[in-house]
């Protein structure tokens, strides 16, 4: 098969197209011929060389779609033919977190690399039926941000009327937290740094689009917009540039949802600020198994939506890592394999 393999940490040239030996599944392993792949920014971190050295030449990328080509012995439940949808998180299955639903708390948890190829060999509870109604391009773009953010949504009790603050709403996971919160009734403020995404994000279910400049600060925007009172929830996922923004603009009592660094990940911060407002902050990394099988269906019913940025061959993986880096996307970048 072929396969996009890194042998070193790097720029995007170190994402080399080359031939590989096919992957045999083991016991209770199934194999998928993968159709597409999606690209997330945690693939440039992995890529980066910031997840670790490279013991072997590694093939990146998590999310994936395609159809089941063999299975390994004890491998039930699935056929060969079916199209199925990768589920990324992998974790032992038997510590007390796995068996209680929450495997992305699991000691051992990891999310898997090897999407951006032909083939790729994961465990049987590591797929998802496909649904109708989807393309390979479009189910290869919903694991980890949807899954990602219904876990932190979730797990700060967003309800009907809350606010919600989302930074970098045009990639893919501030465009799945804002359908999301959406589904769940709530004002969502979406902050992006260019006018041309205005429209789209609230046709996605935005109340509010704010265009901001990078530089100032939008903590007493959203104070006053909330009538004083601070946001409910403030997604964060760009770190230095706008978390202590962050803790600014939240209500008393709110939470600050924390779920990446795209700016880096140092913050100074002053204790008192946290504690004596009763703040709950959030670290989120993917969610339990359960989430993408329960939400896949909400996509065939055309509750969520795929929203595509732009696709590349896998050969081309290279230029979709400097499209990413580039900014300016709206959506999910995929490979079409």
């Excluded at 016991?27 to 993968?34: D, Y």
């Excluded at 390994?72 to 990324?88: C, L, S, T, Y």
């Excluded at 959406?182 to 994000?201: D, P, Q």
């Amino acid at each position: 098969m072929h396969a996009i393999r890194i042998h070193q940490p790097g720029d995007p040239s170190v994402l080399v197209y080359e031939e590989v030996d096919n992957p045999e599944p083991g016991a209770g392993e199934i194999r998928v011929r993968l159709r597409a792949a999606g690209v997330n920014h945690r693939d440039i971190w992995v890529r980066q060389g910031q997840f670790g050295g490279f013991p072997e030449p590694l093939i990146p990328g998590a999310d994936g779609a395609g159809e089941i080509d063999a299975l390994g012995p004890g491998a039930r439940d699935f056929v060969v033919g079916q199209k199925v949808v990768i589920n990324p998180g992998i974790s032992c299955g038997h510590c007390v977190f796995c068996l209680s639903g929450q495997q992305n708390s699991c000691p051992n948890y990891r999310i898997l690399n090897g999407t951006y190829a032909e083939q790729i060999v994961v465990p049987v509870q590591n797929v998802v039926p496909m649904p109708s109604g989807l393309t390979f391009i479009e189910a290869a773009s919903i694991g980890i941000p949807f899954v990602t953010a219904e876990d932190f949504l979730m797990r700060a009790q967003a309800v009907t009327g809350q606010t919600i603050v989302v930074w970098g709403a045009n990639g893919g996971l501030g465009l799945a937290t804002i359908q999301l919160a959406r589904l769940k009734g709530m004002r969502i403020f979406a902050v992006v740094r260019s006018s041309a995404y205005v429209e789209r994000l609230k046709q996605l279910g935005a109340s509010d689009v704010i265009v901001w400049d990078g530089k100032t600060s939008l903590a007493a925007d959203i104070v006053n917009m909330t009538g004083s009172r601070g946001a409910d929830i403030v997604v964060d996922s760009l770190g230095e540039v706008s978390f202590m923004q962050s803790l600014d603009m939240v209500r008393h009592g709110g939470t600050v949802v924390s779920v990446g660094a795209t700016t880096g990940g140092k913050v100074q911060m002053e204790l008192g600020q946290f504690f004596r407002r009763r703040l709950t902050m959030l670290g989120a990394y993917m969610g339990s198994q359960a989430i993408l099988p329960r939400i896949l269906p909400l996509f065939a019913r055309g509750a969520l939506v795929p929203v595509i940025d732009k696709t590349f061959p896998l050969p081309n993986a290279p230029q979709a890592h400097a499209h990413m880096e580039s900014s300016g996307l709206f959506g999910k970048i995929v490979l079409d394999i």
